[in-house]
Every structure is written in C-alpha cells, then in structure tokens.
C-alpha cells in the first residue's frame, strides 16, 4: 500500500523558515513534488525533485528561497522554505509520480498518481 505523510509545518512569523519532510512507502517514484493550496484558491505548484538524478524545477513565487531535496535511501523528501512570507501559508500537499515526463509535465497535478494529507503552514506578520 503506497502511503505519503507530510510533516514539519507549523506556525512561524514572517521571515522564518521551515523544512517540511514527506515521507514515502509502498514503492518508489520517477518524480516528487509538492503543492499547496491556500483557503479559497485553487492548489498549485511548488517543486519538484526526480528521484533519479535529482533535477528540480520551481514556482517562480518560490525560486532563491525554497529548496527541494530528497534522500532515496529514506524515500524522503524535503522542502526547506526560508524567508517565509504571509502569502506562502497555505496547506502543504506532497504528491508523487510513477512515469517519466518532462518538467512542465511534472507542474501539473495531473501527473501525479498519489498523495498525501497535507501539513499546514501558517505565516505571520
């Protein structure tokens, strides 16, 4: 049975950082990614790893301060976000893909097969 658990959010101020971490198991992914939705706006993309080789793309909202890792031996991911901003609190999905595809592809919810339950992030002034 194929599981994602997020964890690491929480309350910061503005400024601060946070490093989510999901971890996965049940099998092993081409891809990894993660999304967050904000009340009242649709999800969107954050970042994304390969498992394999470790190319990373970025939402140009997060670029230069959010960071994107993973530990195959762990099957982790991690998401290490500095510099937090009030617009960056938004609940944090973690998803994964079992077939290759291109970085735009890897933008896009669709191409992800599983998820999980999300870790909230909340950013004050």
């Known amino acids: 049975q194929v599981q994602l658990v997020e964890s690491g959010g929480g309350l910061v101020q503005a400024g601060d950082s946070l490093r989510l971490s999901c971890a996965a198991s049940g099998r092993t992914f081409y891809a990894m990614g993660w999304f967050r939705q904000a009340p009242g706006k649709e999800r969107e993309f954050v970042a994304h790893i390969r498992t394999s080789g470790g190319w990373t793309s970025y939402a140009d909202s997060v670029k230069s301060r959010f960071t994107i890792s993973r530990d195959n031996a762990k099957n982790t991911v991690y998401l290490q976000m500095n510099s937090l901003k009030p617009e960056d609190a938004a609940l944090y999905y973690c998803?994964?893909?079992?077939?290759?595809?291109?970085?735009?592809?890897?933008?896009?919810?669709?191409?992800?097969?599983?998820w999980g339950q999300g870790t909230q992030v909340t950013v004050s002034q």
């Open positions: 998803a994964a893909a079992t077939y290759f595809c291109g970085y735009a592809c890897y933008a896009r919810l669709n191409s992800y097969d599983y």
